[in-house]
T-cell receptor
Framework: GENVEQHPSTLSVQEGDSAVIKCTYSDSASNYFPWYKQELGKRPQLIIDIRSNVGEKKDQRIAVTLNKTAKHFSLHITETQPEDSAVYFC???????????????FGGGTRLMVKP | DGGITQSPKYLFRKEGQNVTLSCEQNLNHDAMYWYRQDPGQGLRLIYY???????QKGDIAEGYSVSREKKESFPLTVTSAQKNPTAFYLCASSTIGGVYNEQFFGPGTRLTVL
């Protein structure tokens, strides 16, 4: 099955700096890569996703890049703010089951701390 | 924060007892999922269901059971066979049939075995 590895496990940056989180996946058939943000004690929420037919996607201060050949994808946060502090999870979609949904395999998470 | 709810928020269980976690959604989603989250680890899939009265095992189904009698509800039972049940449990739901289906998460239930 799919295996997703995420690095680093913790990341501390100064406010205003950039943060980069990297993930690798093992299943070359994976074609959907969402990123979730989980604030302390709260539910994970989708912040951005990328599909295998696109190499890069940007949404304001957040961008995600995908390298299908190397099987890795990254989350980039620019101009970090204290409210960006949270745990971030990457995920990769495994085989679609009877065309009926995406089974996600998650990375281990990155705890991002933005110091004011 | 509506749409998908879980109860209770905190749950304490004695060893050897079964306990059931509730998950309800009013998003009219066909698919529902249960994940387990341990400190420093990602989310691991326990069970999922894509249609009423049908469900499939995920990566760590041993010691858990589910039912899907209604589209809106997908309760998870943690049985006494689960060796290490203390964890944070997240329920999610999504549409099906599209190319990519975002999963929406509930607020979670923190289970502690005493």
């Amino acid at each position: 099955g799919e295996n997703v590895e995420q690095h680093p496990s913790t990341l501390s940056v100064q406010e205003g700096d950039s943060a980069v989180i990297k993930c690798t996946y093992s299943d070359s058939a994976s074609n959907y890569f969402p990123w979730y943000k989980q604030e302390l004690g709260k539910r994970p929420q989708l912040i951005i996703d990328i599909r295998s037919n696109v190499g890069e996607k940007k949404d304001q201060r957040i961008a995600v890049t995908l390298n299908k050949t190397a099987k890795h994808f990254s989350l980039h946060i620019t101009e970090t703010q204290p409210e960006d502090s949270a745990v971030y999870f990457c995920a990769a979609s495994r085989n679609r089951i009877n065309n009926a949904g995406n089974m996600l395999t998650f990375g281990g998470g990155t705890r991002l701390m933005v110091k004011p | 924060d509506g749409g998908i709810t879980q109860s209770p928020k905190y749950l304490f269980r004695k060893e050897g007892q079964n306990v059931t976690l509730s998950c309800e959604q009013n998003l009219n989603h066909d698919a529902m999922y249960w994940y387990r989250q341990d400190p420093g680890q990602g989310l691991r899939l326990i069970y999922y269901s894509q249609i009423v009265n049908d469900f499939q095992k995920g990566d760590i189904a041993e010691g858990y059971s589910v039912s899907r009698e209604k589209k809106e509800s997908f309760p998870l039972t943690v049985t006494s066979a689960q060796k290490n049940p203390t964890a944070f449990y997240l329920c999610a739901s999504s549409t099906i049939g599209g190319v990519y289906n975002e999963q929406f998460f509930g607020p979670g239930t923190r289970l502690t075995v005493l």
